[in-house]
């Protein structure tokens, strides 16, 4: 990816120390960036949080970043989206799958369950993985049926 994509992160209160330190790594890193949660640890229910987000972003330029406490739920939300292709993720290998075959361009992390550390190599591998297209674009096709 030649330019950088601008990334939405969104959260609720099991993601939300994670999601802060996720933005302090991406501002960092000189991304553009867009929050969605509460402000605090405070209790949100993660399909309004999926919603305004999902709200907000623009699939074929945008990235996204979604955390709850198992990844499950907002990846759950965020795939009943249409055009959306959402992957939940626990490893480097697995963001990078995402991305390369899949065309995921949301990635979904169960903030319970992994490291900080473990989140930033994930998203940075995810953000600067390109699809590879070839074989796996005619999958990507066959997703969504009209």
Request: with cysteine; aromatic share 6%; glycine share 8%.
């Amino acid at each position: 990816m030649l330019t950088k994509p601008r990334v939405l992160l969104g959260s609720d209160h099991a993601g939300y120390g994670m999601r802060m330190s996720l933005y302090a790594s991406l501002k960092s890193e000189g991304y553009e960036l867009s929050m969605f949660g509460g402000p605090a640890a405070d209790p949100v229910d993660y399909p309004d949080v999926v919603h305004e987000l999902l709200d907000q972003f623009k699939p074929e330029t945008d990235r996204a970043i979604l955390l709850c406490g198992s990844g499950n739920g907002v990846c759950i939300t965020a795939n009943h989206r249409q055009g959306i292709r959402a992957a939940l993720c626990w490893t480097p290998e697995l963001a990078s799958l995402a991305r390369s075959h899949n065309d995921a361009q949301v990635l979904c992390l169960p903030a319970r369950f992994i490291t900080i550390e473990t989140a930033v190599e994930m998203v940075r591998t995810f953000l600067t993985t390109d699809f590879e297209g070839g074989r796996h674009e005619n999958r990507i096709h066959k997703i969504e049926r009209p």
